[in-house]
């Protein structure tokens, strides 16, 4: 939590003075009278002076009912990553299932979650791993998470070399320097074949479809016919 000791009356004004400064997006919860700080989520991109980061705001989602969309075994496994990267334990983690049983949503939770800053990989940049602009960066950006979605995108041989590098991030002579946790997402479990042999893997977390019984309830909570073929969150 951050502390700002400020002398403006109107709480609207100085929520118009932070959003000018660099500690990220606020907003004004009027039924509380509390000013409320957006979670930033940073964005990687390659420059000519090397790998920087954009911030942007993470998705808005129900944080409250986050147990309804997932199986026990999920809320159980989600919930010791968390514990293990606000712990400052670096290491690897896998998460898997098919497309629609939620994998991004936990991925927005997970990145809420956290106290640490949270550094998202879009595909178009995971070559970068593999530069040698990237031992800079992580000198800079020590204890972070980094997470990396859509990676069944590659083909064998692209997903293989990527492995390869992500695994360099948390298992290598230097790592423990570090302490960078790594979340790595995919919609086809065989791309995890190379991340498996990782020696600093925490835990694979498998996303299957929901229990009958929080299909039914989910059903009734938005009004919507029960059918026995529903198994996705969308």
């Not at 800079?136 to 492995?163: A, G, Q």
């Amino acid at each position: 939590d951050v502390s700002i000791i400020h002398d403006i009356v109107d709480i609207t004004d100085l929520v118009s003075n932070l959003r000018e400064t660099s500690l990220g997006d606020f907003e004004l919860d009027e039924e509380k009278s509390v000013v409320k700080k957006h979670k930033i989520i940073n964005t990687i991109i390659s420059t000519p002076e090397g790998i920087k980061v954009m911030p942007y705001l993470s998705k808005d989602i129900d944080m409250d009912s986050i147990d309804d969309l997932f199986d026990d075994d999920v809320i159980k496994e989600y919930k010791k990553i968390i514990k293990n990267v606000n712990s400052k334990k670096g290491g690897l983690y896998l998460i898997d299932g098919i497309r629609g049983n939620g994998k991004t949503t936990l991925l927005n939770f997970i990145s809420k979650k956290v106290k640490c800053d949270v550094v998202y990989f879009p595909v178009a940049s995971f070559d970068i791993l593999s530069t040698i602009d990237m031992t800079d960066f992580l000198e800079t950006h020590k204890e972070k998470l980094f997470i990396f979605d859509d990676f069944d995108i590659f083909d064998n041989y692209r997903t293989s070399t990527v492995s390869n590098s992500i695994m360099n991030i948390v298992d290598n002579y230097l790592s423990h320097l570090y302490n960078i946790s790594c979340i790595v997402c995919t919609n086809n479990i065989t791309d995890f074949d190379v991340l498996r042999s990782c020696n600093n893997l925490k835990g694979e977390l498998l996303i299957d479809g929901l229990e009958d019984v929080k299909i039914k309830q989910l059903c009734k909570d938005n009004k919507v016919k029960y059918n026995k073929n529903f198994t996705k969150l969308v």
